[in-house]
């Protein structure tokens, strides 16, 4: 068993930045892709970022250019920086280790509650 935890959200106003945190423990041998989502209320989990061992990083559209993933395999870690934050970016925000290279979601965090006042 792997477990994830989120955190670094909070309540911050349009223009500010928030950088979110993801730790793996428990049964983790390496994770070779990650992958950060976001739910807000009354809508679906939508897939915002992604990352590979090699480091290739993926993004939606309504978060490239604002929205950095970066990973530490040392500490089991992935990270999501969070510039110009806009109101639509309330959510919560839940780390994932996906399956080897697939789309296939494994194991989820939490999630972390972010809210952008405007």
């Known amino acids: 068993q792997v477990q994830l935890e989120e955190s670094g959200g909070g309540l911050v106003q349009a223009g500010e930045s928030l950088r979110l945190s993801c730790v793996a423990s428990g049964s983790v041998v390496s994770i070779n892709k990650w992958a950060w989502w976001r739910q807000a209320p009354g809508k679906e989990r939508d897939l915002i970022a992604s990352?590979?061992?090699?480091?290739?990083?993926n993004y939606a559209d309504s978060v490239q250019g604002r929205f950095t993933i970066s990973r530490d395999n040392a500490k089991n870690m992935v990270y999501l920086q969070m510039n110009a934050l806009k109101p639509e970016d309330t959510a919560r925000y839940y780390c994932?280790?996906?399956?080897?290279?697939?789309?296939?979601?494994?194991?989820w965090g939490q999630g972390t509650q972010v809210i952008v006042s405007s």
């Open positions: 990352i590979t061992n090699g480091a290739d990083q």
């Open positions: 994932a280790k996906l399956v080897g290279s697939s789309w296939l979601v494994d194991y």
